[in-house]
């Protein structure tokens, strides 16, 4: 199959939601820099992106996903394949927008042309000792309390009627590779977690996972990059110690390896901070794996489900 285009990353998340000021509370725990613009807030990280999380006023909903395309050519590709129109962002760095409806009617938004500006920041992670390695000397860990930093969005989590039709759609469109396909049975898929195609450029294991669950089709979850794992573990304290509402966590994936921690705002919408998750390029083959390995850990909590806590 060869695809209309290849999108370069995941851009953004939008949520509607009856009160902005308890959602910025929220993001602002959560490690996101929130402003508002035109009636909207917005939430952005430290990579220069103009935003990665959008809520307008309304109803608590889920109102789509966007998804990066490398130029402004691609974009036009994708229009013209199409026959859909080419917009104007009306968000805070500009840029152009095709807008597609997914199989389940889910909004896909494809942007090209923001504006990304360059943040200032030290984000790095210090040097580590360990039994094999000694690389801090002389120098004690003192770290500064506080929300996590969010670097950038890494992935969003979409539970479809119909996993097959749905995949079918986002790689035909926009190039995805499927790094583990997941089974409930040999032979029998029920998802997968799909990477961007960047050739021979190393990409996150997954930037759209795919579920098809015995539940309401809707949104699962939204993953935000932080800068490292004592940032991580700090956030996590962080929102502890504001009374947030914990779905998961922290413990380590077996898909994806990443760390991780998720928490819920305050409309039941899960959020996800992770770190040092697995990097593949075009050449690495897709594998299958059990449904038992969705939920395990390689360490930590057990998911509220096997533990008996689901809410």
């Not at 851009?11 to 909207?40: I, K, T, W, Y």
Request: with cysteine; charged share 20%.
């Amino acid at each position: 199959m060869t695809p209309i285009i290849k999108i370069e990353d995941i851009a953004h998340v939008r949520f509607a939601a009856p009160d902005l000021g308890e959602m910025q509370a929220f993001l602002e725990d959560f490690g996101l820099d929130c402003s508002v613009h035109n009636g909207r807030l917005y939430g952005r990280g430290s990579d220069g992106r103009p935003f990665l999380h959008s809520t307008e006023p309304g109803d608590p909903a889920f109102k789509g996903l966007g998804l990066r395309a490398e130029s402004m050519d691609a974009l036009e590709a994708l229009a013209s394949a199409e026959g859909a129109a080419i917009h104007s962002l009306d968000d805070p760095g500009g840029g152009s927008v095709v807008r597609l409806t997914d199989p389940d009617g889910f909004r896909v938004e494809v942007i090209a042309g923001q504006q990304v500006t360059a943040l200032e920041g030290n984000l790095a992670d210090g040097p580590h000792n360990n039994a094999s390695s000694r690389q801090r000397v002389r120098k004690a860990v003192r770290l500064s309390q506080g929300p996590s930093h969010i670097v950038r969005l890494g992935h969003a989590v979409l539970n479809v009627s119909d996993f097959r039709v749905s995949e079918e759609w986002y790689k035909q469109r926009f190039g995805f590779l499927t790094s583990d396909e997941v089974e409930l049975a040999p032979g029998t898929a029920m998802g997968a977690f799909m990477r961007c195609d960047r050739g021979d450029q190393p990409t996150d294991h997954h930037t759209l996972f795919l579920a098809q669950l015995p539940q309401p089709v809707g949104f699962l979850h939204a993953a935000f990059e932080v800068a490292h794992l004592d940032d991580l573990m700090l956030g996590h304290a962080h929102l502890k110690s504001k009374g947030c509402d914990q779905a998961w966590g922290v413990g380590r994936h077996i898909m994806g390896s990443q760390v991780f921690d998720y928490w819920r705002d305050p409309w039941g919408h899960e959020l996800e901070h992770w770190t040092d998750g697995d990097l593949f390029t075009a050449a690495d083959p897709p594998n299958k794996m059990p449904f038992s390995s969705l939920l395990a850990v390689q360490w930590g909590a057990p998911h509220p489900m096997v533990a008996g806590e689901s809410k």
